[in-house]
């Protein structure tokens, strides 16, 4: 089974509104955190944004957030008000365990932004 | 503020050819990690370090040697190139966990190489 699960190849979304980027994982590991990273298209990685496993609350940063359905197993990544800029590739990652340097990633969806 | 630095930028090889990818990083980082990106594909990890003269293997280490003898300082060594090994190679940093932050990775800016 795939650890990371991006179901969405392409998105096009019109500037300005609101974008929900899905991820769902898999892991019997009690203890992971979760991660999204942004790659334009000059290639390199970008972070956005952290979610622990034990955290209680949605992790947010700027317009970034992350929804987090720990029974679903989902971690899902909201943009809100797109720009321009937010064109490119965004990869959905996890770590599982402690200690366990391992990142594994997702095979990513490209969002492009409307003007 | 050069953080992540990766030396070349590109490089094409010969099958069978050896060569070193460099990764240098002046954030006093414990860990670094080498990663490969295929076509369409996200990153995986080929080795990690979590300080000078430790390093480990991760998920695709076969052909690959690093050494870390220096914190800043975390070379991958290519060697007897195949076809196989053309992909974007991505080094990364991190400092020792810091919470507020959660457990973010710095990257280069990678290298594209291709072995033809």
């Known amino acids: 089974a795939q650890k990371i699960t991006q179901t969405q190849p392409g998105m096009f979304v019109q500037e300005k509104e609101a974008v929900t980027l899905d991820c769902t994982y898999d892991t019997s590991d009690p203890s992971y955190g979760l991660f999204w990273y942004k790659q334009p298209s000059s290639g390199e990685m970008i972070f956005l944004i952290y979610?622990?496993?034990?955290?209680?609350q949605n992790a947010t940063e700027g317009r970034y957030s992350l929804n987090f359905q720990k029974a679903r197993k989902s971690a899902n990544l909201v943009i809100s008000a797109s720009q321009l800029g937010d064109s490119a590739m965004y990869f959905c990652a996890m770590r599982e365990g402690f200690g366990n340097e391992k990142l594994t990633f997702g095979t990513g969806t490209r969002l492009t932004i409307i003007p | 503020n050069a953080g992540v630095t990766q030396t070349p930028k590109f490089r094409i090889l010969k099958i069978g050819q050896s060569m070193t990818l460099q990764c240098t990083q002046d954030?006093?980082?414990?860990?670094m990690y080498w990663y490969r990106q295929d076509p369409g594909m996200g990153l995986k990890l080929i080795y990690y370090s979590v300080g000078a003269g430790i390093t480990d293997k991760g998920e695709v280490p076969n052909g690959y040697n690093v050494s870390r003898s220096t914190t800043e300082d975390f070379p991958l060594r290519l060697e007897l190139a195949a076809p196989s090994q053309t992909s974007v190679y991505f080094c990364?940093?991190?400092?020792?966990?810091?919470?507020?932050?959660?457990?973010?990775?710095?990257f280069g800016s990678g290298t594209q190489l291709s072995v033809l």
């Open positions: 990364a940093s991190r400092p020792i966990i810091n919470r507020e932050r959660g457990e973010k990775l710095f």
């Open positions: 954030m006093n980082h414990n860990y």
């Open positions: 979610q622990g496993s034990y955290d209680q």
